[in-house]
Each structure stands twice: as structure tokens, then as C-alpha cells.
């Protein structure tokens, strides 16, 4: 069975969606680790009930990029993770991890990539008055969402949709599809 990481940064329902996932044996893997850089989000507690462990840590008590990452590294290689997965991490992945995880770090987004990459997709897709949007799970390179798409799922923008009722239907879409597609990986 494969040793994963989940990286995220606040509420943590994709995280919450992997983590019941591969307990249930849906997912061909065990997260053995969440890694958060903000030591009060709401994802930590959710792993505290999961009984996963945690490295949480603030990136303003290291010199620069590098030395966190090397610290996280440490922490990866201690529990012999295998593969990192990405659920609302609000950080670019620098050299460090990239080097040590080739095609072994994967993210999802809530637009169909190339379309609306960063923060505030959602609502950049729902003020550009566009009729689709979506979710993309993509590898991780050193830019912001430009890695290699693995999987999409279109959603419909409807007349009738808010920010809000937006959100939802992306949210449910987003658990589904990283589900589907971490369990296609690890089959691989």
C-alpha cells in the first residue's frame, strides 16, 4: 500500500474526502501524513479525528522556501511517503519538493485548466460570464496550475447559479473527481 501526503492549507473537505476514501479501501493508499502551513486551520482538526499526523508549521519561522521544504522533506521521508497529493494547499511547490517527487505530486483546481488558474477561480469563472467551468487535477510543476492535466469534469454555469450555489456544485464535483483519480494512479 502506498504512503501519501495531503498538503492543505484551511477547511480541508477535499483532504476529509481522500482521508474517509482510503480508510474505507477505496483508494489504493494510507495517508500517513497532513502537512499544513497554517497551524490554526480547521483541515488539522480533521486530521486529528482520522488519527492521521500532522506537520504543521508557519513558513514565517524559516529563512526562505527552501528550508521549509527541506523540513517537510525530512518529515516525508520519515514516513516513507510515496506520493503527495495537493487538496487546497495555497503555496507553489518549490525545487526542493519538486526534485524529490517527479511526477509524484499531483493538485486539483476548480476551473478547466488553462482557464482561471490561482485563487479565485470560481469566481473569476462566474464574473467572466462564462457558461462552463469546471475541475482539473493536474501534475504539479513550478508554475501556478500549469502542470500536466490528468483529469477534468466540466460543470455548467447555469442563469440561475450564485457565487455560492457555484461553489457547491464544484465542491461535490472536486471530491468525486480527485477520488476517481488517485485510485486510477495508484492502479496504474
Do not use: W
Request: with cysteine; aromatic share 8%; charged share 20%.
Amino acid at each position: 500500500m502506498r504512503n501519501i501526503a495531503i498538503f492543505a492549507s484551511g477547511n480541508g473537505s477535499n483532504f476529509e474526502a481522500i482521508a474517509t476514501a482510503t480508510q474505507a479501501g477505496e483508494i489504493g493508499a494510507k495517508v500517513s501524513l497532513l502537512v499544513c502551513d497554517k497551524p490554526d486551520a480547521h483541515v488539522i482538526f480533521r486530521a486529528k479525528n482520522h488519527q492521521i499526523p500532522v506537520f504543521a508549521f508557519s513558513p514565517a519561522q524559516y529563512a526562505d522556501k527552501a528550508a521549509y521544504e527541506a523540513e517537510i522533506l525530512d518529515q516525508l521521508r520519515a514516513l516513507d511517503i510515496q506520493f503527495i497529493a495537493l487538496a487546497g494547499y495555497m503555496r507553489l511547490i518549490g525545487k526542493t519538493l519538486l526534485e524529490a517527487y517527479p511526477h509524484r505530486i499531483v493538485n486539483i483546481h476548480p476551473s478547466l485548466l488553462p482557464a482561471f488558474p490561482g485563487k479565485g477561480a470560481i469566481q473569476q469563472a462566474y464574473e467572466s460570464g462564462a457558461t462552463e467551468t469546471g475541475v482539473s487535477v493536474h501534475y504539479v510543476d513550478a508554475g501556478m496550475d500549469t502542470g500536466p492535466v490528468i483529469a477534468q469534469r466540466k460543470v455548467e454555469i447555469a442563469e440561475t447559479d450564485t457565487l455560492q450555489t457555484l461553489e457547491e456544485k464544484l465542491h461535490k464535483i472536486e471530491h468525486n473527481l480527485y477520488i476517481e483519480t488517485l485510485k486510477s494512479l495508484f492502479e496504474a
